[in-house]
């Protein structure tokens, strides 16, 4: 919970240099507003709260020293709430002292107030009394110092709200008579574990209430039955006036007892609750302890309540005392002077009371809370007693406050409580159940029994109630508009109609199936015969035209027949004279489509080709050397017994067309288009050191595609530099791709499209594409390859996927196996004096093929296998499982003169030799 909502919205919203003027921070910092432990509570914005409260003050005319003075209070009482009490003897008696460093404190609390530090101090620690005109000046200690300072922060904050509250009438009011509607809330009935004074309290306005609400309902009962002209016993109720004797009525009343054990200097709370027994013990509504416990009980309406008398005198007290009042009224600001000043109503005539001995005036008698409380009370009585009320009763559902949450014990006691259960037995007494006769007759129509019911609506109501059985006469009568019934009366006649409807209900319901059968069966018969007429009719069109259909696929087939037989003629020729011209063209060297003798290549591979001797056998020197008649053919049954399995080639290829590479990755000024001659410039953008070679090799692509004056020895020569240069050199591979993609489109030329995509093979058997690449390669191999080769170079990308690439370049093997578009396989002995031929690919390794090998022998789930390679002089090497076994072939036949070549254009990252 939290304390009044203006000292957070004032904390939360005053201005900056406000709050510094009136020493302010956060609620966090005060007394009187962390008790609660909570300074901000959901769906309350105290910011627009107080913008609110300055404007409806701005509204009412309230001046800025009015508003200044209003807020000066609010923070001295928030100062004043910090102000602690220590031990502190005085004159060997006990006393207390403002706590030690608190005296800034203690001068702001003065400043806001307009009184002297010193003087405030004083008079919260000290008592003073006048006492037969002498003052005597009485130390506190800490708890009576905290009581003191406690009495004078609600007497400021009431004063003050008083104040508020007379100002604005005083605004409002325009002396004239105007009609009003009055709002009073207050708290419900109040019983805990430990009941004080502020429950008796409570309970005694309680109890008021409760009895003027059960004589305004007795009284509307009466009026309603006189006016239906209803004959009615008289009414009994319990009558609580006992109740509010015990507590108020002069002279014994508790209040009264209460009032003048006050008066006494040395009253105790245990001479008033003495005084209440003796004078209360046997009253009906007083509760008498059995044992010596300082508390007494009263039967109130709603339950009984025990009090614990403690503190009763000085809550009842609870006033600031006079030296302290004198101190407040002495203040230099007006507005605090205006608050604490003595009110005419309740000063005691202090000309009558005089010294018996001396002329000094005696100490004022000032109302005790319960005598201020009695009579607050009897005026709000008297204020309601003149108007026309309403009541409205809240109930909380559960204490946590949450939704969907229902406390049946919790509601009872509050139903209780606010006095439910006693308008409910004045209610039951009479005739709780009214009607109007329109209502009635409407409702329970289906109750009367006869052909016509009477015309008039009175005697319809009577007629009704006179059918039902079990219905005494004298449970029900019938007014001038409305009728009249007990509870079991519309018991019963809801029990009678609910038996009628069912009947009626049942009727109705056979007669309304017996309506939906029938026509739901008329609807099924109608729609069965259309669905058959649709039926035979769909039928029928679909055998004729299934007919038609026959004899256009018969005649189309037919007409078809000849027309194929002449084209399959014809492209069987057309197949012919490609391949005689293609090998007319290859016997004569005509596979130039341009002069390419002239175009520059590399200095170290043109001496290289100068080299070569014998122009048949190529470069010599070779540790082993694979002749022709060391290669033959085999069936193809034979390397089909291990054939590699290869992934699925991706769906998403077809939408990789190398055109969309090229306008990609292409530099400017590089087109897709044949080049007879030299390239101006690479076709993907390189360093300009790996520029001018990529240029150079294009030079060697379009003399191995080109040069007619290329011998065997030198093609081969050619083939492994360009592709050995793709090996070493990663950056140069996609050049040489594009490379060859540019001169294998649209090449005039088959016999030298056919040796680009030779070139293309070899390429791929030992190094793959960039990622970037891969995929507009193989859609461009896929479709545009060169007859078998697009096969070959799908197997190629598809097998190379994830694989380190090969560290030489292609086997003899290989490039015969390539210049004839078919597989290759390796005959591999076997102890025993066996062999087997075992299908492989460029990516072969040693421990695939010793697998399949050990496969071809029985050996079941083969894995860990390996060969070993012997050259046929006497050396044989065990290869590693991960080796490529022709890129290990590749390497025993690369001749000396080439391996000086090819280590110019060796990285520091790559390793060359055996």
Same mark, same amino acid.
């Given at each position: 919970?939290?304390?009044?909502?203006?000292?957070?919205?004032?904390?939360?919203?005053?201005?900056?240099?406000?709050?510094?003027?009136?020493?302010?921070?956060?609620? @966090?910092?005060?007394?009187?507003?962390?008790?609660?432990?909570?300074?901000?509570?959901?769906?309350?914005?105290? /910011?627009?709260?107080?913008?609110?409260?300055?404007?409806?003050?701005?509204?009412?005319?309230? $001046?800025?020293?009015?508003?200044?003075?209003?807020?000066?209070?609010?923070?001295? =009482?928030?100062?004043?709430?910090?102000?602690?009490?220590?031990?502190?003897?005085?004159?060997?008696?006990?006393?207390?002292?403002?706590?030690?460093?608190?005296?800034?404190?203690?001068?702001?609390?003065?400043?806001? %107030?307009?009184?002297?530090?010193?003087?405030?101090?004083?008079?919260?620690?000290?008592?003073?009394?006048?006492?037969?005109?002498?003052?005597?000046?009485?130390?506190?200690?800490?708890?009576?110092?905290?009581?003191?300072?406690?009495?004078?922060?609600?007497?400021?904050?009431?004063?003050?709200?008083?104040?508020?509250?007379?100002?604005?009438?005083?605004?409002?009011?325009?002396?004239?008579?105007?009609?009003?509607?009055?709002?009073?809330?207050?708290?419900?009935?109040?019983?805990?574990?430990?009941? +004080?004074?502020?429950?008796?309290?409570?309970?005694?306005?309680?109890?008021?209430?409760?009895?003027?609400?059960?004589?305004? =309902?007795?009284?509307?009962?009466?009026?309603?039955?006189?006016?239906?002209?209803? &004959?009615? +016993?008289?009414?009994?109720?319990?009558?609580?006036?006992?109740?509010?004797?015990?507590?108020?009525?002069?002279?014994?009343?508790?209040?009264?007892?209460?009032?003048?054990?006050?008066?006494?200097?040395?009253?105790?709370?245990?001479?008033?609750?003495?005084?209440?027994?003796? @004078?209360?013990?046997?009253?009906?509504?007083?509760?008498?302890?059995?044992?010596?416990?300082?508390? #007494?009980?009263?039967?109130?309406?709603?339950?009984?309540?025990?009090?614990?008398?403690?503190?009763?005198?000085?809550?009842?007290?609870?006033?600031?005392?006079? &030296?302290?009042?004198?101190?407040?009224? $002495?203040?230099?600001?007006?507005?605090?002077?205006?608050? %604490?000043?003595?009110?005419?109503?309740?000063?005691?005539?202090?000309?009558?009371?005089?010294?018996?001995?001396?002329?000094?005036?005696?100490?004022?008698?000032?109302?005790?809370?319960?005598?201020? #409380?009695?009579?607050?009370?009897?005026?709000?009585?008297?204020?309601?007693?003149?108007?026309?009320?309403?009541?409205?009763?809240?109930?909380?559902?559960?204490?946590?406050?949450?939704?969907?949450?229902?406390?049946?014990?919790?509601?009872?006691?509050?139903?209780?409580?606010?006095?439910?259960?006693?308008?409910?037995?004045?209610?039951?007494?009479?005739?709780?159940?009214?009607?109007?006769?329109?209502? #009635?007759?409407?409702?329970?129509?289906?109750?009367?029994?006869?052909?016509?019911?009477?015309?008039?609506?009175?005697?319809?109501?009577?007629?009704?109630?006179?059918? /039902?059985?079990? =219905?005494?006469?004298?449970?029900?009568?019938?007014?001038?508009?409305?009728?009249?019934?007990?509870?079991?009366?519309?018991?019963?006649?809801?029990?009678?109609?609910?038996?009628?409807? @069912?009947?009626?209900?049942?009727?109705?319901?056979?007669?309304?199936?017996?309506?939906?059968?029938?026509?739901?069966?008329?609807?099924?018969?109608?729609?069965?015969?259309?669905?058959?007429?649709?039926?035979?009719?769909?039928?029928?069109?679909?055998?004729?035209?299934?007919?038609?259909?026959?004899?256009?696929?018969?005649?189309?087939?037919?007409?078809?027949?000849?027309?194929?037989?002449?084209?399959?003629?014809?492209?069987?020729?057309?197949?012919?004279?490609?391949?005689?011209?293609?090998?007319?063209?290859?016997?004569?060297?005509?596979?130039?489509?341009?002069?390419?003798?002239?175009?520059?290549?590399?200095?170290?591979?043109?001496?290289?080709?100068?080299?070569?001797?014998?122009?048949?056998?190529? %470069?010599?020197?070779?540790?082993?050397?694979?002749?022709?008649?060391?290669?033959?053919?085999?069936?193809?049954?034979?390397?089909?017994?291990?054939?590699?399995?290869?992934?699925?080639?991706?769906?998403?290829?077809?939408?990789?067309?190398?055109?969309?590479?090229?306008?990609?990755?292409?530099?400017?000024?590089?087109?897709?288009?044949?080049?007879?001659?030299?390239?101006?410039?690479?076709?993907?953008?390189?360093?300009?050191?790996?520029?001018?070679?990529?240029?150079?090799?294009?030079?060697?692509?379009?003399?191995?595609?080109?040069?007619?004056?290329?011998?065997?020895?030198?093609?081969?020569?050619?083939?492994?530099?360009?592709?050995?240069?793709?090996?070493?050199?990663?950056?140069?591979?996609?050049?040489?791709?594009?490379?060859?993609?540019?001169?294998?489109?649209?090449?005039?030329?088959?016999?030298?499209?056919?040796?680009?995509?030779? %070139?293309?093979?070899?390429?791929?058997?030992?190094?793959?594409?960039?990622?970037?690449?891969?995929?507009?390669?193989?859609?461009?191999?896929?479709?545009?390859?060169?007859?078998?080769?697009?096969?070959?170079?799908?197997?190629?990308?598809?097998?190379?996927?994830?694989?380190?690439?090969?560290?030489?370049?292609?086997?003899?093997?290989?490039? /015969?196996?390539? $210049?004839?578009?078919?597989?290759?396989?390796?005959?591999?002995?076997?102890?025993?004096?066996?062999?087997?031929?075992?299908?492989?690919?460029?990516?072969?390794?040693?421990?695939?093929?010793?697998?399949?090998?050990?496969?071809?022998?029985?050996?079941?789930?083969?894995?860990?296998?390996?060969?070993?390679?012997?050259?046929?002089?006497?050396?044989?090497?065990?290869?590693?499982?991960?080796?490529?076994?022709?890129?290990?072939?590749?390497?025993?036949?690369?001749?000396?003169?080439?391996? $000086?070549?090819?280590?110019?254009?060796?990285?520091?990252?790559?390793?060359?030799?055996?």
């Amino acid at each position: 919970e939290r304390n009044y909502h203006v000292f957070y919205e004032m904390l939360e919203a005053l201005p900056s240099e406000h709050k510094e003027k009136l020493v302010l921070s956060q609620p @966090q910092d005060y007394f009187y507003l962390n008790q609660g432990g909570v300074s901000r509570i959901e769906n309350k914005d105290d /910011v627009s709260d107080f913008d609110k409260l300055s404007g409806a003050m701005e509204v009412l005319g309230f $001046s800025g020293p009015e508003q200044e003075s209003i807020f000066r209070v609010l923070a001295a =009482i928030l100062h004043l709430g910090n102000m602690r009490f220590e031990p502190h003897a005085v004159g060997g008696m006990e006393g207390s002292k403002v706590a030690d460093g608190l005296g800034e404190l203690v001068g702001i609390v003065a400043g806001m %107030l307009g009184v002297g530090p010193e003087g405030l101090s004083d008079k919260l620690t000290n008592k003073s009394q006048v006492t037969r005109g002498e003052e005597i000046v009485t130390p506190l200690p800490p708890s009576m110092a905290q009581d003191a300072r406690d009495a004078l922060s609600k007497a400021l904050y009431a004063n003050m709200f008083a104040w508020l509250v007379d100002r604005i009438n005083s605004i409002i009011d325009q002396n004239r008579k105007v009609h009003s509607i009055g709002i009073l809330d207050i708290f419900g009935f109040e019983q805990f574990e430990i009941n +004080s004074f502020e429950q008796l309290c409570i309970n005694f306005a309680n109890e008021n209430l409760q009895y003027y609400f059960n004589h305004h =309902i007795f009284m509307l009962e009466q009026e309603i039955y006189t006016k239906e002209g209803i &004959d009615w +016993s008289k009414i009994e109720f319990n009558d609580n006036q006992p109740c509010l004797d015990l507590i108020v009525k002069k002279p014994a009343g508790l209040f009264h007892l209460l009032n003048d054990e006050s008066a006494f200097a040395k009253g105790s709370d245990e001479g008033f609750l003495n005084k209440a027994n003796s @004078q209360h013990g046997s009253h009906k509504y007083y509760l008498k302890p059995k044992t010596r416990d300082s508390k #007494f009980g009263v039967r109130h309406y709603a339950a009984n309540v025990w009090y614990l008398t403690e503190g009763f005198l000085e809550k009842n007290r609870d006033q600031v005392r006079d &030296d302290l009042r004198d101190l407040m009224t $002495s203040s230099s600001k007006p507005f605090v002077r205006s608050l %604490l000043a003595d009110a005419p109503a309740v000063e005691a005539n202090d000309t009558k009371k005089k010294k018996r001995g001396g002329g000094k005036p005696q100490a004022r008698r000032r109302p005790t809370l319960a005598a201020i #409380f009695a009579a607050s009370l009897t005026a709000l009585i008297d204020t309601m007693s003149k108007c026309y009320p309403y009541f409205v009763r809240c109930i909380k559902p559960n204490e946590q406050k949450r939704p969907g949450m229902f406390e049946a014990e919790m509601v009872l006691a509050q139903l209780r409580y606010s006095g439910m259960m006693e308008t409910i037995n004045i209610r039951r007494k009479g005739y709780p159940v009214r009607a109007e006769y329109t209502t #009635f007759n409407f409702r329970y129509r289906a109750l009367h029994k006869g052909a016509t019911p009477p015309s008039e609506a009175k005697a319809a109501a009577a007629a009704i109630l006179r059918a /039902v059985e079990g =219905i005494a006469d004298d449970e029900w009568q019938v007014g001038k508009t409305k009728v009249f019934m007990r509870e079991k009366v519309e018991l019963r006649l809801e029990e009678a109609r609910n038996a009628s409807l @069912q009947d009626i209900v049942v009727i109705l319901q056979k007669n309304l199936r017996r309506w939906r059968c029938r026509a739901r069966y008329l609807a099924i018969k109608r729609a069965n015969l259309v669905m058959q007429s649709y039926t035979r009719m769909w039928l029928g069109r679909n055998i004729a035209q299934q007919r038609y259909d026959n004899i256009v696929t018969i005649q189309a087939l037919w007409r078809m027949r000849k027309p194929r037989q002449e084209y399959l003629v014809m492209r069987e020729e057309r197949r012919k004279e490609r391949e005689s011209e293609r090998e007319r063209l290859r016997a004569a060297g005509e596979r130039s489509v341009g002069d390419v003798s002239s175009l520059a290549m590399p200095s170290d591979l043109t001496k290289l080709l100068e080299s070569i001797k014998n122009v048949e056998l190529g %470069l010599e020197g070779a540790v082993f050397k694979a002749m022709g008649h060391h290669l033959k053919s085999v069936d193809e049954t034979v390397w089909r017994q291990s054939e590699i399995v290869l992934p699925q080639i991706a769906d998403d290829v077809a939408g990789y067309a190398f055109s969309k590479y090229v306008s990609g990755y292409f530099q400017p000024g590089s087109d897709w288009s044949f080049c007879r001659g030299s390239l101006p410039q690479p076709k993907l953008k390189l360093k300009p050191e790996l520029a001018a070679e990529a240029l150079l090799v294009f030079g060697a692509i379009q003399r191995f595609m080109g040069d007619p004056d290329m011998t065997h020895g030198k093609e081969e020569a050619l083939a492994v530099y360009i592709v050995q240069r793709g090996v070493l050199n990663p950056d140069l591979r996609d050049e040489i791709f594009c490379q060859l993609c540019n001169q294998t489109w649209l090449n005039p030329n088959d016999v030298n499209a056919e040796r680009g995509w030779l %070139l293309m093979t070899l390429c791929l058997s030992c190094f793959s594409p960039s990622d970037s690449l891969y995929k507009y390669l193989l859609c461009y191999a896929s479709t545009h390859g060169f007859e078998a080769y697009r096969a070959i170079c799908q197997h190629q990308l598809l097998r190379q996927a994830g694989r380190e690439p090969r560290r030489y370049g292609p086997s003899k093997l290989e490039q /015969v196996a390539a $210049s004839k578009r078919c597989p290759l396989a390796l005959e591999v002995a076997v102890p025993g004096g066996q062999s087997k031929m075992v299908h492989v690919d460029a990516y072969t390794t040693a421990s695939e093929l010793g697998n399949a090998v050990a496969a071809q022998l029985g050996v079941k789930g083969a894995c860990g296998w390996t060969v070993s390679f012997d050259d046929g002089k006497n050396t044989v090497v065990d290869l590693e499982a991960g080796v490529y076994v022709l890129d290990f072939v590749a390497m025993q036949e690369v001749p000396p003169a080439l391996k $000086s070549v090819l280590k110019k254009h060796v990285r520091k990252d790559v390793v060359l030799g055996g």
